[in-house]
Structure formats: structure tokens, C-alpha cells
């Protein structure tokens, strides 16, 4: 057994997940569009106890950007969505797989974000940034029109770059893709119109 050999047996649930995810995220290469972050993978010490909620402030993401944070070792995005993305969920039905997100929705989509946004609050996406096909971490790809790997009507979403899997603005899958599901929606609230509370839903 050579010395680069590593036993996955061996890796945890979530260490996997991230290499998984590092290994697709890094094949994407030169070919990912940069997009404004506001931070990345920042857990508190809360975060990484075992199943702990995260809090996030909302404050600091302007129209048009996401966050990510760490909760139960998944990346979590929180996108502030512009008016002119949530107009555009709007007609796209005939294209997604699960528009109504009806599949697996005890997993997937909780009751208060089985809607066309996919939120509590239209502005703000909530969603684990996995690929439901085979843990890839996608791509932002919020500029909309013609680009490599995405249709010339392209309206903004994410591209998972493994294996082509597309995602609106709500992370809702196209048909037609490796991608099975929607991506997850983790259980969530507002404590505040500035807090976000990840993890717990108990007032949602």
C-alpha cells in the first residue's frame, strides 16, 4: 500500500462531504464567474458542536451577493436576492424538474419555503450548497445570458461544474439533469430582520 494511499473508511461523514465538494469545486477552474462573497466558512465555536444552530447577520449582504456559513459541516448560502432575480423565478416551471419542490419535502424543502422563492422571505435564499447528485459544491452563476455550459436564455443560478446539473435563483433543478432534487433548504428563522437563525424553526 503506497503512502498516498487514503483509507475513506477511515474519513468522517463531513470531512468526506468537503473533499467531495473541493475536489468538483476545484475542476471548475478558471471557468467560474467571480461573484461577491461576504464570508467564507467562519463557524463559531457553536457551529462545531454537532448539530448546534448558527446564527448569521444579515446585515452586512448587500442585493445581489451570498454568504456561507458552516452548519453540521454543510457549506450554508444565504443569498440576497435582487428584484430583477426574484422576477425572473417567475415563468420558469415548464423547465424544473420540481418546481413546486414536491419531491422528498419532509428532506428537502421545509412547509414555510415550499414556494415559489423558496424562503420565508422573498428576498433572502436559505438553501446547503451540495449538489443533490453527487455532494459537488455548484457554482455561482448569477449573471444572466449566453455562457459557457448554460443555455443563451440563461436568467441566473448556480452550475454544479462535476457534471452539468443547473439551479435557478431558488435552487430549484432544471430537467433533463444528473441533479435528482432541489437543493436542500435547511430548517431556519428570523430572530430579527438583521438575524438568521440556521438550524432551528420552531417559530417558523
Known amino acids: 500500500m503506497s503512502a498516498?494511499?487514503?483509507?475513506t473508511q477511515a474519513v468522517d461523514s463531513s470531512k468526506r462531504t468537503w473533499i467531495i465538494a473541493s475536489t468538483c469545486a476545484g475542476a471548475a477552474g478558471a471557468a467560474a464567474v467571480a461573484v461577491p462573497f461576504v464570508s467564507t466558512f467562519q463557524p463559531?465555536?457553536?457551529?462545531?458542536?454537532?448539530?448546534?444552530?448558527?446564527?448569521v447577520d444579515l446585515?452586512?449582504?448587500?442585493?445581489?451577493e451570498k454568504k456561507t456559513v458552516e452548519w453540521r459541516g454543510k457549506p450554508v448560502w444565504i443569498v440576497?436576492?435582487?428584484?430583477?432575480?426574484?422576477?425572473a423565478l417567475k415563468g420558469l416551471s415548464g423547465a424544473l424538474a420540481d418546481p413546486d419542490s414536491k419531491r422528498k419535502p419532509s428532506e428537502l424543502t421545509p412547509a414555510y419555503a415550499r414556494n415559489e422563492g423558496r424562503s420565508i422571505k422573498p428576498e433572502f435564499f436559505v438553501a446547503v450548497g451540495i449538489c443533490t447528485h453527487?455532494?459537488?459544491?455548484?457554482?455561482d452563476k448569477f449573471q444572466t445570458g449566453a455562457q459557457a455550459s448554460l443555455p443563451d436564455d440563461w436568467k441566473g443560478g448556480f452550475l454544479c461544474p462535476c457534471h452539468g446539473s443547473t439551479f435557478d435563483m431558488a435552487g430549484r433543478v432544471f430537467k433533463n439533469k444528473p441533479a435528482p432534487d432541489n437543493l436542500e433548504v435547511p430548517p431556519h428563522m428570523y430572530l430579527s430582520d438583521s438575524k438568521l437563525l440556521i438550524g432551528e424553526d420552531k417559530k417558523a
Open 44 to 55: 463559531s465555536e457553536r457551529a462545531k458542536a454537532a448539530g448546534a444552530a448558527v446564527e
Open 80 to 87: 440576497r436576492r435582487t428584484a430583477e432575480q426574484l422576477a
Open 59 to 64: 446585515g452586512d449582504i448587500k442585493p445581489g
Open 134 to 139: 453527487l455532494g459537488c459544491s455548484p457554482s
Open 4 to 7: 498516498t494511499h487514503v483509507d
